[in-house]
């Protein structure tokens, strides 16, 4: 089997959604159709219509998404993470999958509320997936945009039951406007739902197990109202987690320009660099890295030679590629993410920059 170390190029893999955009700027060229493969499509013999033509999800670590270079061009993530397994995605992850799902979405409408399981719950409920724990960066957010995150204060499980059969629990959930840059955390058991306006990249475990619990008396693509979750989702609902926003924006000088600790758990890393120079990277020997390019362009360097890089490419490092160096043509701006330790590679660096354990733990969340 060939040896995998050099950086990877994933495709993105564009999904439509009754409450997605036709523009995916500033960081995707508009898709070509078809977007998605015909299987993924309500009925797979329609011909796309102008509502598939919605993109509200572009999914970058998706199994389905392709590898565009070599050894693996033409090998699908799913594909090569069953083949390779600690080869492609570090040795501390069993699972034949890749572990970490990451996604854009572009909203224009509000999504339905929801709630997701933890591991546990799924494999009571939903035997044979994940849980799902999430994150939200946001990218770009509008004077439409806002969201729902957690219950309010002294609301009960009964009465998101009364406001969900009737499609009215907007009001009994906390909104906020987020701000383009903010980071938030959505463990599981926390009911929320995205509104209109936003541009934000999701980080989670690799799972799509979604408990749907409002949708507004909304119908889907193929015009029939989508399907409502109320016992899985209120038997998962926790009414009194925190909303977990506005957290410390912990950002550092460094000398190709800045990096940023945006959050952590034991299910993924999310950091964000900005460069302007040329900076070197320790790869992960024992884990992969994959980074999203939000702006900019330019080359990235390992033993095995260069690539060229630019705005909306992923590039997964596998543990195997060692050191690398990003040499920016424009300033670049991307976003780093990992399954890490903890210690390690957010509380001890932090630390050691004289963070005080307080606001650590406002972005670690063990």
């Known amino acids: ?109 509000w999504l339905s509320v929801q709630v997701h399981p933890n591991d546990h719950q799924a494999r009571a409920y939903d ?21 729902l995150l957690g219950a309010k204060p002294g609301v009960t499980k009964g009465n998101l039951r009364a406001a969900f059969e009737k499609g009215a629990s907007r009001e009994l959930l906390n909104r906020f406007r987020p701000k383009a840059g903010e980071a938030i955390y959505v463990p599981p058991g926390t009911v929320h739902a995205l509104g209109p306006g936003l541009v934000l990249f999701e980080v989670e475990e690799n799972s799509d197990l979604t408990y749907r619990l409002d949708d507004f008396g909304r119908v889907g693509l193929d015009g029939k109202p989508r399907p409502l979750h109320l016992e899985k989702g209120l038997a998962v609902a926790r009414v ?39 900076g070197t990277f320790e790869g992960g020997t024992e884990r992969a890295e994959v980074l999203s390019l939000l702006e900019g362009e330019g080359r990235m360097e390992t033993a095995a030679g260069w690539l060229g890089y630019r705005a909306g490419d992923t590039w997964l490092i596998p543990p195997a590629a060692g050191d690398y160096r990003l040499v920016p043509r424009e300033t670049t701006r991307l976003l780093k993410f990992y399954v890490p330790d903890l210690e390690k590679n957010f509380r001890q660096p932090l630390a050691k920059r004289g963070v005080r354990s307080a606001r650590i733990n406002r972005i670690l969340f063990d």
């Open 240 to 278: 009194d987690l925190p909303a977990h926003r506005d957290l410390p924006r912990l950002q550092f000088r460094e000398p190709y320009g800045s990096r940023r600790y945006v959050l952590a758990c034991r299910f993924f890393a999310l950091e964000e660099l900005t460069l302007r120079r040329r």
């Open 127 to 147: 035997p044979g997936n994940r849980g799902k724990c999430e994150m939200w960066y946001i990218v770009q957010s509008d004077r439409r945009a806002q969201i």
């Open 1 to 109: 089997m060939p040896r995998l170390d050099s950086p990877l190029q994933l495709s993105p893999v564009f999904k439509p959604k009754i409450w997605g955009r036709a523009d995916l700027s500033p960081i995707f060229p508009r898709p070509q159709f078809p977007t998605v493969p015909a299987e993924s499509r309500c009925d797979p013999s329609e011909t796309p219509t102008a509502k598939d033509h919605l993109i509200g999800e572009v999914w970058i670590t998706d199994d389905d998404a392709r590898f565009l270079n070599p050894p693996l061009a033409g090998m699908t993530l799913g594909e090569a993470a069953a083949k390779y397994g600690p080869e492609l995605h570090g040795k501390h992850w069993n699972d034949r999958r890749f572990p970490i799902l990451a996604k854009y979405i572009y909203t224009s409408d």
